[in-house]
């Protein structure tokens, strides 16, 4: 690739752009994760992450990726041969998925066609049938990053009320915590499963799970194997600020930035600030004469936008493309999608502008690559954007 001068674009769903402050606030020294002063970092975020969760239950940090997170949620509170109902929305639950199965648990994995999200109606219909109460669990994906897809977490939640069915409720919120509406407590969820790099706008390293009441009470007679994911070393350790082995201590003074600034900015005006700029890009697309993977408008996701190729083009060579380009890196497909859709994140520590750039790049890659679209999707963008 030829020198690129100037700023990467960095427009995959996650990892994000990485705000300066946080990255300042990480680029000091490891202090002794046994002192005084680890134990109040500790304590402070655990309690700001409660806000960001929406939840009075007890949060958990582990140095991990995601996918760590999805294996505490799930050793920590169901048993061998256990049955959990999931949901194929796309590539990421297809994954925590096989990471069920591989544990050892019963998967009633309901086939989805990646363009929709998690059905209410079919939820309330799998409990409702389930009259012996085998399903333990039932494990969604909010925000599938695989497709755009947001799945209705609240009405999700009501479906498994209206069946009366006591299974613990899972679910992954890697992109879209921090970034869109999410409730923990409110929308009744037992285990939040959740990571660093997406809206806390850190890089990766940190996986998270936020625990009920109910959940912590599963996991007492829960029997799958664990030791590093165990909640209860962790919560006892975490009760004076500290770990039950070494934290990863830097990530988590990036974590206190990442905290202060979303306060700073409000939760809420985050939220509507994504959903603007989702907006706004689904409005280019349009323009483009382009088709969003995304059917139906009430599980837009606010974080990411996934675009299908005309026939005939490949995504990855699209990607590379833009790559070399304009030195902007786009999300791929993913699985079943590989080659036929490309991804805008439009996540974190992001705004207008570097939308506007994210826009035209596409718009520069399409005419270079000879995919056919009309011209004035950054346009239509931009016309969005300025008229509030
Ligand atoms: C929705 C979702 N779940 C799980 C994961 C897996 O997380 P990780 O790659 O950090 O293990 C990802 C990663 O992008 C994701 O987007």
């Known amino acids: 690739m030829d020198f690129q001068s100037g700023r990467h674009f960095l427009q995959i769903p996650g990892p994000t752009n990485v705000p300066d402050r946080v990255l300042r606030a990480m680029a000091r020294p490891t202090i002794d994760h046994r ?77 989805g066609d990646w363009r929709h999200g998690v059905s209410p109606e079919t939820v309330e219909a799998k409990l409702s049938e389930d009259r012996g109460r085998a399903i333990k669990a039932v494990g969604i994906v909010h925000n599938e990053t695989s497709t755009g897809v947001a799945s209705r977490v609240a009405e999700i939640r009501k479906a498994i009320d209206r069946a009366g069915h006591p299974a613990l409720f899972l679910v992954d919120t890697i992109s879209s915590l921090a970034s869109m509406d999410y409730r ?45 994911w165990d909640w209860e070393a962790m919560i006892n350790t975490n009760k004076s600020g500290f770990f039950p082995y070494t934290p990863a201590t830097n990530l988590l003074y990036g974590l206190r930035e990442a905290l202060n600034i979303l306060q700073e900015e409000g939760l809420d005006r985050v939220f509507a600030r994504h959903g603007r700029l989702a907006e706004a890009t689904r409005r280019a697309v349009r323009a483009w004469n382009l088709e969003l993977l995304c059917l139906n408008p009430q599980e837009y996701s ?9 026939p005939g ?21 993913l699985g079943k999608v590989q080659g036929k859709v490309f991804r805008i994140g439009h996540l974190g520590d992001f705004n207008d502008l570097m939308l506007a750039g994210t826009l035209s790049g596409l718009e520069m890659g399409f005419a270079l690559a000879g995919v056919p679209f009309s011209k004035g999707g950054g346009l239509a963008a931009l016309v969005y954007l300025s008229g509030r």
């Open 302 to 310: 606010s974080t990411l936008t996934a675009v299908l190729m005309p």
């Open 184 to 228: 923990h407590d409110e929308w009744g969820v037992d285990v939040t499963v959740c990571c660093s790099q997406k809206g806390l706008m850190l890089p990766p390293g940190l996986g998270l799970n936020t625990i009920s009441g109910k959940a912590l009470a599963a996991s007492k007679s829960a029997r799958l194997p664990r030791s590093y």
């Open 35 to 111: 002192g005084p002063e680890f134990s109040r970092l500790v304590r402070e975020i655990l309690e700001g992450l409660k806000q960001v969760f929406k939840t009075t239950g007890t949060v958990v940090l582990y140095p991990s990726s995601g996918t760590g997170a999805w294996e505490a949620a799930l050793v920590n509170t169901l048993s061998p041969g256990d049955k959990i109902l999931m949901f194929e929305t796309g590539h990421f639950a297809t994954m925590w998925r096989n990471v069920a199965l591989r544990l050892g648990l019963e998967v009633d994995f309901v086939p």
């Open 313 to 333: 083009h490949d995504a990855d060579a699209f990607r590379k493309l833009v790559l070399e380009k304009f030195n902007m890196s786009l999300g791929n497909g």
